[in-house]
């Protein structure tokens, strides 16, 4: 079963057997046994760990009799603020699920930070975020202005020279207005899904 697994992700992701073994540190000999001869040959422990993040999924699937792909792995990479935009670290990794239908490449997960865009995101949900996608106005957006990482809708009036990122609650937490001259560094990923907290 894991050899057809690997066979079945190699041609998902479009790598050859080569590339495989070159990441594992192993021969292309070792990496076409586990494919062509499941029943002789199989990856250790290791390789399996190290072909789960490879592949972005999960080493039980890999071992599994199920042919399902049920989660692919996505890294959370910190916190972000859903209030005072702050300067998070957001260099570290935790492996997260995210269903497979809600997969794209490049994905990565942020910890929501206080109740700015409360009720939609609350202060500890897990937010799936996308970048290198196109954000229409109007879009819930995790953003990282100037090194401070946060929440909000973006929008951009008709002229295209005013970017605001405007928080859902807006009693307690004020827009940030940005005009498109203005000598600011701002990285943008559209927020795809959600895992609430209590989930």
Same mark, same amino acid.
């Given at each position: 079963? !894991?050899?057809?697994? /690997?066979?079945? &992700?190699?041609?998902?992701?479009?790598?050859? %057997?080569?590339?495989?073994? =070159?990441?594992? *540190?192993?021969?292309?000999?070792?990496?076409?046994?586990?494919?062509?001869?499941?029943?002789?040959?199989?990856?250790?422990?290791?390789?399996?760990?190290?072909?789960?993040?490879?592949?972005?999924?999960?080493?039980?699937?890999?071992?599994?009799?199920?042919?399902? !792909?049920?989660?692919? /792995?996505?890294? &959370?990479?910190?916190?972000?603020?859903?209030? %005072?935009?702050?300067?998070? =670290?957001?260099? *570290?990794?935790?492996?997260?699920?995210?269903?497979?239908?809600?997969?794209?490449?490049?994905?990565?997960?942020?910890?929501?930070?206080?109740?700015?865009?409360?009720?939609?995101?609350?202060?500890?949900?897990?937010?799936?975020?996308?970048?290198?996608?196109?954000?229409?106005?109007?879009? /819930?957006?995790?953003?990282?202005?100037?090194?401070?990482?946060?929440?909000?809708?973006?929008?951009?009036?008709?002229?295209?020279?005013?970017?605001?990122?405007?928080?859902?609650?807006?009693?307690?937490?004020?827009?940030?207005?940005?005009?498109?001259?203005?000598?600011?560094?701002?990285?943008?990923?559209?927020?795809?899904?959600?895992?609430?907290?209590?989930?």
């Amino acid at each position: 079963m !894991i050899g057809k697994k /690997i066979s079945e &992700l190699k041609d998902e992701k479009k790598v050859s %057997v080569q590339q495989i073994a =070159d990441y594992l *540190g192993t021969s292309r000999s070792s990496v076409s046994g586990w494919i062509n001869e499941p029943e002789k040959r199989s990856p250790n422990p290791e390789q399996i760990y190290m072909l789960s993040k490879f592949f972005n999924v999960s080493g039980d699937y890999l071992i599994s009799e199920s042919s399902l !792909i049920k989660n692919r /792995i996505i890294p &959370l990479i910190g916190k972000s603020s859903c209030g %005072v935009p702050k300067d998070y =670290d957001l260099n *570290g990794y935790d492996p997260i699920p995210v269903p497979v239908d809600m997969f794209k490449t490049g994905m990565y997960a942020v910890e929501a930070d206080g109740n700015s865009m409360q009720p939609k995101i609350n202060d500890g949900d897990i937010v799936y975020c996308c970048p290198n996608r196109i954000i229409d106005s109007g879009k /819930i957006v995790h953003y990282n202005l100037n090194g401070e990482s946060g929440i909000k809708r973006y929008k951009i009036n008709e002229a295209g020279t005013i970017i605001s990122l405007i928080p859902l609650n807006t009693e307690e937490y004020d827009v940030i207005t940005i005009h498109c001259d203005d000598p600011v560094e701002l990285k943008m990923a559209l927020v795809v899904g959600k895992i609430d907290k209590d989930f």
